[in-house]
């Protein structure tokens, strides 16, 4: 990819100082699988963007999950997508294209590559959901799929915080999407049960390392998302239980209705990720976002 320098470790070791982000908007969606059939024929749509109607035909109900709360995001702090088009984009669903995937095990062996939509390479995919994103809000930065299996979360939140220094990114956006409980298919594919799909939308910015309230801009110093690097003994992996996006979407809630919201979790390689976000009408408004990292200067400066 260009801008990244590849002698720079991404993964943190125990020693590896911790590493902040800004949290400046936040916002959630679930639905439930009945309900995201209906959402396929309302794509989102941004000043400067055209899509199709068709746009999200074939997507992958995490796809769109997603998007709901990336729209939800840019209306409820004002975002013009438009300011942030080089941000990067990095997307951590979990177990993506499960229906899909075994509709196509189905059809296959019957009746070869003609009963198979090609759509599935693309729109099923880890890459899927960061893909739709960065056409969808007209992006011009890096977009990465990460994660896919258990701990995506984890997966999500290291790579989107130390994308920053890989290629100085002015800011991300970082989603995380996943089913509670995962879809069962039936032998065709066809889902038998009705599962919720969450999905967390949020718009991070860089924030010094171990960095006081006091040291970081505007309210939004009480809006943070941090990776702390070997902060537990290894002897206590196997006892932490897997975060959920349902928990951040709890925070976020929290937030949206006007009280300081905390939440943390373990990750199984010693590392601990908390996020505390102030009540929502302090986060940083879109007007305030400082105008000395604009997303094309920033982009020049990593080319």
């Keep these: 990819m260009d801008g990244i320098d590849k002698d720079v470790a991404v993964f943190p070791t125990e020693s590896s100082p911790d590493l902040t982000a800004i949290v400046v908007a936040a916002a959630s969606a679930a639905y439930r699988l009945r309900e995201i059939a209906p959402l396929r024929k309302l794509p989102p749509a941004y000043p400067g963007v055209e899509l199709s109607g068709h746009f999200l035909k074939h997507a992958d109900e995490q796809t769109i999950v997603a998007l709901a709360a990336i729209q939800r995001a840019t209306q409820r702090y004002n975002i013009d997508p438009r300011n942030l088009a080089g941000w990067g984009i990095i997307a951590a669903p979990r177990y993506?294209?499960?229906?899909?995937?075994?509709?196509?095990?189905?059809?296959?062996?019957?009746?070869?590559?003609?009963?198979?939509?090609?759509?599935?390479?693309?729109?099923c995919s880890l890459h899927s959901v960061s893909g739709a994103a960065s056409?969808?809000?007209?992006?011009?930065?890096?977009?990465?799929?990460?994660?896919?299996?258990?701990?995506?979360?984890?997966?999500?939140?290291?790579?989107?915080?130390?994308l920053f220094e890989i290629v100085r990114v002015p800011g991300v956006w970082l989603l995380l999407t996943e089913f509670d409980c995962e879809p069962?298919?039936?032998?065709?594919?066809?889902?038998?049960?009705?599962?919720?799909?969450?999905?967390?939308?949020?718009?991070?910015?860089?924030?010094?390392?171990?960095?006081?309230?006091?040291?970081?801009?505007?309210?939004a110093a009480n809006s943070q998302l941090t990776l702390r690097p070997g902060s537990h003994s290894k002897s206590l992996r196997a006892n932490y239980p897997e975060p959920t996006v349902a928990e951040i979407a709890g925070c976020i809630d929290a937030a949206e209705r006007g009280l300081p919201a905390r939440w943390a979790c373990w990750l199984p390689w010693g590392g601990r990720i908390e996020m505390r976000l102030a009540a929502a009408e302090l986060l940083l408004p879109q007007e305030a976002l400082p105008q000395d990292v604009l997303p094309q200067d920033a982009l020049t400066r990593a080319a």
Aim: proline share 10%.
């Design 184 to 219: 069962v298919p039936d032998e065709e594919g066809r889902p038998q049960n009705d599962p919720t799909c969450h999905a967390v939308a949020l718009a991070l910015m860089p924030g010094s390392a171990g960095a006081s309230p006091s040291q970081m801009p505007g309210e």
């Design 96 to 123: 993506i294209g499960r229906l899909t995937g075994a509709n196509v095990l189905y059809k296959f062996p019957r009746g070869g590559t003609s009963a198979v939509a090609p759509h599935i390479v693309a729109q």
């Design 135 to 162: 056409i969808a809000l007209g992006m011009q930065g890096p977009n990465v799929g990460v994660g896919g299996g258990e701990w995506a979360i984890g997966d999500g939140v290291m790579a989107a915080l130390t």
